[in-house]
């Protein structure tokens, strides 16, 4: 398939692809911008961010663009990710975080359960009426494959690899899982989306206190109304420096740092540490940390100019190419190892929910916290800017905190779907 897919393609040069994403792009803002009737309950339904990686998805899927031979999902997830994670933490309020409480890392934890739970009882269900979809042997039984996908979404795509390493799954069937990992997660992405739009009702609902993060939001904003200015070309140049500058020195230390790391891979392996091996991990760690640090210099009054926003712009970009990685009609190659995966995050939903509804949660710290698993630093702090761009570090930290336990927590989760195969 993925053969058919390269040569299917109507445009292959990726100068011509990101002209379309990003056109698409303006396209949804411009059009969320406009006043008339049709467009603002058209996106009271569909929220802008959904339709940013939606549309790329619909091209990738009807052949005229293919994300699986583009290279743009690798330079934004390794340039304008980085150069995001930097702008985005250059206002940070630590403080204001601190004071959200323990309900944020509650949420964050009981999705690390709903996903290390969600498996073997995906595999228990499926197996009660379809034991050959999760059945095979050697290299090829499907909890071998279905452990890089807990890997993934406790963790990220490091702690996917590592647990190909450990388990051994054959690569066709890793490669039918990455299908799976990618399509379920979005498919709950543009859930949570959803979701971010109608966050009052949900909150209503859950009966969850959101006081501390209205107030987080509402510190975060008057300071950006207190340091606004007229952006000028040398404000630009700067803030450009400092994302870009902060993406420099983070390649540079985990280019120092991974080499190193490997070196120890069997004291790694030993304490289920494998990701902290990885190039990616160190690159956004080292991000984060300098965005952070920058929030504590002069240089966090260029907010003032527009930091974030040029953050935003580079996030959003990112979600185009992580669209555009996404094959709809993919999903009819593999029926049963979807339906694994959509019982797998249907069960995950609904731990998070409960634990929710007990600790009355708002519905920021479910889909952040499902998210900080589930999609890891890509798109936590997507969908926390979903709700507003002041929250969007949240996202950031939670995600870097689900790199540190993805291993532990897959594994067990592999343990566990072995156990319970047919």
Known sequence: MEGSMETQAVFTNDATVIGILIGLLALVFYTASLKSNFWVKFYKIIPALLLCYFLPSLLNSFGLISGESSNLYFVASR??????????CLSIDLKGILRLGPKALIMFFAGTIGIVA????????????????????????????????????????????????IYGASDEL?????????????????????????AEKIDGFFKGDTSAITELKEKVQNYHASIAKVTTLTDIMIICAIGF???????????????????????LEAYRLTSMASHFFWIVVVATVMGVAFSFTKLKQY???????????????????????MDIMAIFDNIGLFLVGLVWMLVHVIILL????????????VAVGSQANVGGAASAPIVASAFSSALAPVGVLLAVFGYAVGTFGAILCAQLMQVVSP
């Open 303 to 325: 907010e003032g100019a527009g930091a974030s926003k040029f953050g935003s712009a580079f996030l959003y970009i990112l979600v185009a190419t992580i669209g555009m990685k």
């Open 354 to 365: 409960t634990v929710a509804k007990l600790i009355k949660a708002p519905f920021f710290f």
């Open 174 to 198: 890793f490669s039918a899982m990455i299908t799976v990992d990618v399509i379920v997660a979005n498919i709950w992405m543009a859930f949570l989306l959803i979701g971010a739009g109608m």
């Open 245 to 267: 500058g902060g993406t420099a020195i983070a390649h540079l230390i985990a280019d120092l740092v991974t080499p190193f790391m490997e070196s120890k891979k069997e004291i």
């Open 79 to 88: 340039y304008l990710l980085p150069s995001s994670l930097v702008l985005l």
């Open 118 to 165: 969600g498996g073997p009882i995906a595999i228990l269900a499926i197996s009660a009426f379809a034991p050959d979809i999760v059945g095979g042997s050697g290299p090829d039984e499907v909890w071998r494959g279905l452990a890089t996908v807990a890997g993934s979404w406790i963790g990220g795509g490091a702690n996917q690899t590592a647990m190909k390493e």
